[in-house]
């Protein structure tokens, strides 16, 4: 099966039409991928104690949820390239709906772990990357607005998904909410069959034949080259195991390019977001066990995450609306820097909330920045690759991710174990958010420097290069000119020819 249109080359992004019924869809299958592993945390106190487990177990449920969202992100990224953005999110829409009917009948913790963990998250893998992945094939100019309305499914969903995961609770218990949820996830793959692919541009009926043609000569003319070249059947062999090898490398950098590896701004990225990681999903996840441990209401913990929500859901699309701006985009990686370190002090100042109302300010501010550091997450990293190695890059840094991304909230849970008080978790996490985004300041103004080096060199060297070119096109404008066949010249040629012709007949006698 040749690879989907979606996947191919496109004549350019349409910035607007079909493109916002797709960010509609993306709404949809984002907002459940980042809102539902923290909207599940509601049932994790009973689930907890109808388990007999301690917050570090519990806790990896939703880090391996998240874990595999983030490291499956390779694996959807080569779907989406061989077969398109719309069949990957509805075979995720799928997994989703089996992951969690299948969680309502498990009797241990590990069955949770596999069907709520893993089922569950490679549903989720499989809804995330192909929806920001096809938002950047539908939009150019507009991509900071698009992403920042499509980001903002996240913030609508957790707001729904928190006092909804509440009242089918205490109505239905844990088991049969399972299956309502599971049956409501099955909405992603209505999301995915909105979004159409693009078609790409085919050649004429015409230039068929003729590259055709080129194609069967190019084959001839290697066939002989490699009969001429080849002395013995032995090196014969050797050539065809490296082209095999070649043919290999290049089949895996078509889906996957490592060479990323060696771009500077993309290193920088993936290091700081990777340590990010370590901080950023936890503090969510504890948000309201924390409330319910300090003795407030279980409807009001969970009025938490809705007012978290609320305020990052206008912090997304306002973020994206700055950061298209002309004073912000050309340094948006700075911004992005201060987003995370924001973030961060969030969670120092948080042990300072001691009651409900210190909770309540927190969530507002801890929104502001939630949201816009997941604005601009994406957006920043097709700032520094581009459009048409974003799809690699983003199956690469996911899978980065998931080692932090697991490790982060069952980190925060043995901290509360081992000291009985939340405090130290809420203080590693913001801790490590600082360290990040300082990092990232730091190193993003180094590349901006090192950028606008190689820049200026290069055009020293454009300005080195151009007097000789400009002395070589003279001369080739004088020999074209004296070489000339003109009609100046036609009395000139006349009087050579009879010279010539005296000359034969004075040989002749």
């Not at 949809?28 to 109808?50: L, M």
């Not at 009001?300 to 809705?306: D, I």
Request: proline share 5%.
């Amino acid at each position: 099966m040749p690879p989907h249109s979606d996947a191919g080359p496109v004549a350019g992004p349409p910035d607007g039409g079909w493109g916002w019924v797709v960010v509609f869809g993306a709404f949809i299958s984002i907002g459940f991928a980042y809102a539902f592993p923290k909207g599940i945390a509601i049932f994790y106190k009973e689930i907890q104690d109808f388990f007999g487990t301690s917050y570090s177990e519990i806790a990896w449920v939703s880090s391996i949820m998240l874990a595999t969202t983030y490291g499956a992100g390779p694996i959807s990224s080569i779907l989406v390239n061989r077969y398109g953005s719309r069949p990957v999110v509805i075979l995720g829409g799928l997994l989703c709906g089996i992951g969690m009917v299948s969680a309502a009948f498990c009797t241990s913790i590990v069955q949770l772990y596999i069907c709520v963990g893993f089922i569950t998250g490679l549903g989720l893998a499989l809804n995330l990357q192909p929806s920001v992945i096809i938002i950047g094939r539908y939009f150019l100019k507009r991509r900071p607005i698009a992403n920042g309305l499509a980001m903002a499914g996240s913030p609508v969903m957790l707001c729904t998904l928190a006092p909804l995961n509440q009242f089918l609770f205490d109505n239905y218990g844990w088991r049969g909410s399972f299956l309502i949820l599971g049956a409501i996830l099955l909405h992603c793959c209505v999301a995915g069959a909105l979004f159409r692919p693009i078609s790409a541009d085919k050649p004429s009926v015409k230039t068929q034949p003729i590259e055709e043609g080129k194609e069967v000569l190019k084959e001839e003319v290697t066939k002989d080259a490699v009969e001429m070249n080849s002395p013995t059947n032995i090196h014969m062999e050797t050539k065809t195991e490296e082209e095999e090898e070649r043919d290999c490398c290049e089949k895996v950098n078509k889906y996957l390019d490592f060479s990323l590896f060696k771009h500077r701004g993309f290193l920088i990225y993936l290091i700081g977001n990777v340590l990010m990681f370590l901080g950023f999903f936890a503090p969510i996840v504890f948000l309201a066990p924390y409330a319910k441990h300090i003795g407030i209401d279980e409807y009001s913990a969970a009025f938490l995450l809705s007012i978290l929500a609320i305020v990052d859901m206008v912090a997304r699309p306002t973020t994206g609306i700055i950061a298209n701006s002309k004073w912000v985009r050309p340094r948006i990686q700075y911004f992005f820097s201060f987003s995370i370190a924001f973030n961060g002090t969030c969670h120092l100042l948080c042990p300072l909330a001691s009651g409900y109302t210190g909770l309540v300010i927190y969530s507002v501010f801890f929104g502001l920045a939630f949201g816009m550091v997941c604005a601009m997450l994406f957006e920043t990293l097709m700032d520094l690759v581009g459009a048409s190695r974003f799809t690699s890059a983003v199956g690469l840094v996911t899978i980065a991710e998931c080692c932090t991304i697991l490790l982060g909230p069952p980190i925060g849970g043995t901290l509360i174990d081992t000291f009985g008080d939340y405090k130290y978790m809420f203080i590693k996490c913001g801790a490590v958010m600082v360290l990040a985004g300082t990092f990232l300041f730091i190193m993003n103004y180094y590349n901006y420097r090192m950028l606008a080096k190689e820049e200026k060199k290069r055009k020293a060297k454009e300005e080195d290069t151009k007097p000789v070119r400009t002395e070589n096109e003279g001369r080739n404008n004088w020999n074209k000119e004296h070489v000339q066949d003109g009609p100046e010249l036609e009395p000139l040629r006349e009087e050579q020819e009879g010279l010539k012709k005296e000359a034969n007949g004075t040989n002749e006698v």
